[in-house]
């Protein structure tokens, strides 16, 4: 052991066990490592130690040394003469040293942990049978660990508490189960930084509270459910639902934003559904380069469109204005004729939901038959992510002090929470952060750098930044030349660009003017540098990398078609200006889940099946390639996105794989660079994470999910291969408006067809509104009437001080027609 | 062998005879039945307290306990417009595979409420592989003399116990 020991390790022995560590790490860690149990229940590997729970108590015992020589003082038998303190000492604010004896099987710490938990338990009302935390409880396995068998305390002095108390319309909390450890309070303060929930009294009359308006107003607050170490906080969504034991686990991953968080899925049959597997609950996974051990409430909330009610089971066929089930080959076959027949006039416009698989098939698909394919996203960039973006080895827990993060055009928070999560503690732990953004947002809170512009000029002030250019321009105040600076002067800078106030001509010239920056600064093919695409929505990617593309001129396209075929994607419940293009399209072919505006609009319709009752793969922001697995038996006849495209395409002429996902990613293999070498294999890898989670012992980690099923596979780039990177030239867009102008930006929770059908989400979900400055909003009421794109629309209005004068902020998914920023009348 | 013994088929006889005056040993079912010892395991109950609601909680400690896998049990949210149970929980679905249950009464050891119990009901054929799922409708037992069914309407905040106080018994 002795020769392995480097310079910054420490050697200790726990329990009997020798084990290296590095430096500075906890015992408590120390003991994780060594495999060692070290009780804990306020300690969190993710926090900051605060010792309140006095759960780890240990025994520690240092080398003796001489005062004279500075040696090791021996036994008789030659071992190191341990001295052992005088009282046990907190494991987990204990920093290991050279030599150190940790023990923690003595019946002394075995008696102070007996009697720590009897303490906890004379105020726990042990209703483990009725507890959603039952069976997955740090408090309840310690108690059969370590517990006494009887109290001691007399039960009618129990305490006895409000025992539902909702927080939030998300949470509940049980106050006589709560043990005070301040997890969750810790992890919205230090972790999240939404400190909307804390203590309030003290002593045996401490109790947890939410101090906004509405209660528990975070997007993070299912994970206080998975750390909490006894049953006080839980679900809303899960309350009852199963017990953990009885449920199944499928590993998933979640499409709701371009982050790519691995999930847990974990299924139970259902009396109410007819006997049917269901998903009963959505858990993060580990994946500690993506997703921690944490994921957004969306994400854990909002996975009921997959079962929803209305789901299509059956292929529809329009006839005489009604529509008639139909058989698969009746449907197929019509749809491949009329698609057939429509030649370049077929436009194919694919979700941006779908599966790489599905893309492919589309691409394939559309290819054949001499039409378009679309890709159905307002951001621009996604070739260029290919170029320059973040290459394997990229991790953005490696970014720190000396690097460099450039967020822009997006309110991160809002479009991809975990990005936010992981960019500001890459802040936290050094990396200067610039925030370019025309309002303020949560992210600005730790910008070293805060660049503000008008609407419409993103491109503008990013070209700003590079140091060549930042005489020339007119937006170049102070704040520009600190930002330009510290960007080119960083080691590592990763850019991250969003879709704040951008249509598709802004986010095309932003993201070029990203790619150029990076370029301009040497920030490209090396691991940690590069663009990401915080695109809106999960998969934008993958369908760039498969060669789908945004069309601009989609509105037109649609409306000359003689046959669209739209997957996945609700164009007329987006913008009923769309609706109007789909209405004058000869033949219109839809593949969705369920009813759906656009799907009413449909001559055939084809059911898909959601992402829980079939597999694939995903490539998120970074381009990290992800695989995804079946959960549930598909709803009625529906078939995958890409078994459907293979089977039209079979009547249409072209053989496509039409059964196995797998064999489809090996076509995709074959075809795309970047994707070479891979296979589903290669993506269901994994190594070991720290913090090492999902073992026995749920009282350190939480009850969030070991990653057994594939960490993924970061894509290579082109300038990581040494290809010559050119970007083309672009236009600076127009932004010259008389008037107010409105601007698209995004919320997480809209009201977008994937959070319809989370009834737990809708007191969460805004009405439709709009945001305006005060100055701009004299004489305007409650209500407003918007003019926009031609559309009358009434709405909220909002007032908002960090809305810039002279534009009106549109949230996009809330029924409000705005893809690109756009002149708008605000009227009473 | 010239006499003919009787001996054999007398004492044949005498235990004929015997037999037509002895008590007999069979019943006539279903005419008749047979009373069960105290502690023969029969069909299960769902047990309801003297005031009428039933005791299950939806835990499904018998489910993880049933060697079987013959319990299925969801459980949904009690209200006080709509009590089942006096804690927060009941068992809003509750179904035993009798083809499955062996009856060996671990449901009835792990049930932290006493809410199953075993009792004597021994009949329980059925032509209908379906009608083998008993459902929590068919195990409730009826209420008790005088009180009203579940669900039902109770004066907000009596209830709020997660598990209502029981007494060990004297």
Not at chain 1, 404 to 424: F, H, N
């Amino acid at each position: 052991m002795a020769e392995q020991v480097k310079e910054n390790t420490v050697t200790l022995t726990i329990d009997g066990v020798e084990v290296a560590v590095p430096q500075g790490t906890l015992v408590v860690d120390a003991a994780k490592i060594a495999g060692q149990d070290i009780p804990v229940f306020c300690y969190h590997p993710k926090m900051e130690p605060v010792g309140m729970c006095r759960m780890c108590l240990v025994d520690i015992g240092y080398p003796v040394k001489d005062r004279n020589t500075g040696e090791a003082v021996l036994n008789e038998d030659g071992t190191p003469k341990i001295q052992f303190g005088r009282t046990l000492v907190t494991g987990c604010t204990q920093v290991v040293s050279e030599g150190m004896v940790v023990v923690g099987y003595s019946e002394k710490v075995q008696q102070a942990r007996k009697d720590v938990l009897e303490f906890f338990l004379t105020s726990h009302p042990l209703d483990c049978p009725i507890c959603d935390k039952g069976g997955e409880c740090p408090l309840q396995n310690l108690t059969l660990a370590y517990g006494p068998g009887e109290s001691r305390f007399n039960y009618d002095e129990k305490k006895k508490n409000l025992k539902h108390v909702p927080l939030g319309d998300l949470i509940f909390l049980d106050r006589e189960r709560c043990i005070h450890c301040a997890r969750c309070t810790r992890f919205q303060e230090e972790i999240v930084d939404d400190p909307v929930i804390g203590f309030y009294n003290r002593g045996r009359s401490l109790e947890i509270t939410t101090w906004s308006e509405p209660g528990f107003d975070s997007y993070w607050s299912g994970n206080t459910t998975d750390i909490c170490p006894v049953g006080a906080l839980t679900t809303a969504d899960f309350r009852f639902g199963a017990r953990p034991w009885e449920m199944l686990e499928v590993a998933s991953i979640c499409r709701e934003c371009p982050v790519g968080c691995n999930l847990t899925l974990n299924t139970r049959r259902e009396a109410k559904s007819g006997g049917k597997m269901v998903v009963k609950r959505v858990m993060p996974r580990q994946n500690e380069q993506v997703n921690e051990l944490w994921i957004c409430d969306k994400g854990r909330f909002g996975y009921h469109y997959a079962s929803a009610d209305d789901r299509l089971t059956t292929p529809l066929i329009r006839k005489e204005g009604e529509f008639i089930p139909a058989s698969w080959d009746e449907a197929l076959s019509l749809a491949a004729e009329k698609m057939q027949a429509a030649g370049s006039r077929l436009v194919s416009v694919a979700g941006g939901q779908l599966s790489n698989e599905d893309y492919f098939h589309i691409g394939q698909l559309t290819e054949h038959l001499g039409g378009k394919a679309v890709l159905y996203s307002n951001m621009m960039g996604g070739d260029l992510t290919t170029k320059v973006g973040m290459g394997p080895g990229s991790n953005l827990a490696d970014l720190g002090a000396g690097d460099a993060i450039l967020v822009v055009a997006s309110d991160l928070e809002e479009e991809a929470p975990l990005y936010w999560l992981r960019v500001k503690q890459a802040a936290e732990r050094g990396a200067t952060l610039i925030v370019a953004n025309p309002r303020a947002t949560k992210t600005d809170r730790y910008a070293a750098h805060i660049i503000r512009y008008e609407y419409g000029q993103e491109a503008a002030a990013i070209l700003a930044l590079s140091l060549d250019r930042i005489g020339d321009s007119d937006l170049a105040d102070e704040s520009f030349k600190q930002a330009a600076k510290a960007f080119a002067e960083a080691e590592n800078a990763v850019v991250f660009f969003g879709s704040e106030g951008t249509g598709m001509a802004q986010s095309d010239a932003l993201s070029k003017a990203c790619a150029n920056l990076l370029i301009a600064t040497g920030h490209t093919g090396r691991p940690n540098n590069g663009l990401v695409g915080v695109w809106d929505k999960g998969n934008v990617q993958g369908g760039w990398d498969m060669g789908l593309q945004p069309s601009a001129t989609l509105f037109d396209d649609l409306k000359a078609a003689k046959a669209a075929y739209v997957v996945g994607a609700d164009l007329a419940g987006d913008n009923p200006a769309y609706k109007q293009a789909l209405a004058q399209a000869e033949f219109v072919v839809v593949q969705e889940l369920h009813h759906t505006a656009t799907m009413e609009l449909a001559d055939v319709v084809l059911p898909a099946q959601s992402f829980m009752e079939r597999e694939g793969t995903l490539t998120s922001g970074e381009r990290r390639v992800q695989r995804y697995y079946p959960a549930v038996p598909p709803a009625g006849e529906s078939k995958a996105d890409f078994a459907i495209t293979a089977e039209i395409a079979a009547m249409a002429g072209k053989e496509l794989e039409s059964v196995s996902a797998g064999l489809v990613f090996l076509g995709i293999v074959g075809k795309f660079k970047d994707y070479a070498d891979l296979d589903y294999q290669a993506l269901a890898e994994v190594s070991e994470q720290w913090p090492i989670i999902g073992r026995e012992d749920l009282y350190y980690g939480g009850t969030g999910y070991a990653n057994h099923q594939g960490l993924g596979v970061l894509l290579g780039t082109a300038a990581g291969r040494g290809e010559p990177v050119l970007i083309d030239g672009f236009d600076l867009p127009d932004t010259g408006v008389d008037g107010l102008l409105a601007v698209p930006v995004t919320r997480l929770y809209d009201q977008g067809n994937n959070l319809r059908y989370a009834a737990v989400m809708f007191p969460r979900i805004a009405s439709s509104y709009v945001s305006l400055n005060p100055a701009d909003a004299a004489g305007l009421g409650e209500s407003v009437v918007v003019e926009l794109n031609g559309f009358q629309v009434e709405v909220a209005l909002k007032l908002d001080e960090n809305v810039p004068q002279g534009i009106v902020v549109v949230p996009r998914s809330f029924g409000l027609p705005i893809s690109a920023p756009t002149p708008v009348v605000v009227k009473n | 062998m010239s006499i003919y013994n009787p001996l054999p088929i007398l004492k044949g006889l005498w235990t004929t005879i015997k037999s037509v005056v002895e008590k007999p040993v069979t019943l006539q079912y279903p005419e008749q039945k047979r009373v069960m010892p105290q502690r023969f395991k029969g069909r299960h109950h769902l047990r309801r307290y003297d005031n009428g609601l039933e005791k299950c909680i939806g835990c499904a400690l018998c489910a993880a306990a049933c060697p079987a896998d013959a319990i299925f049990v969801e459980a949904s949210e009690n209200t006080d417009e709509v009590r089942y149970s006096p804690g927060e929980r009941y068992a809003s679905t509750y179904e035993i595979n009798m083809m499955r249950c062996i009856y060996c009464g671990y449901c009835e050891d792990a049930c932290p409420t006493e809410a199953i119990q075993l009792g004597h009901d021994y009949e329980m054929a059925y032509t209908e592989k379906r009608n083998s799922i008993y459902t929590r409708e068919i195990l409730l037992d009826p209420p008790p003399e005088g009180q009203e069914s579940t669900p039902r309407k109770v004066e907000p905040g009596v209830f709020n116990r997660s598990i209502p106080v029981m007494k060990d018994a004297e």
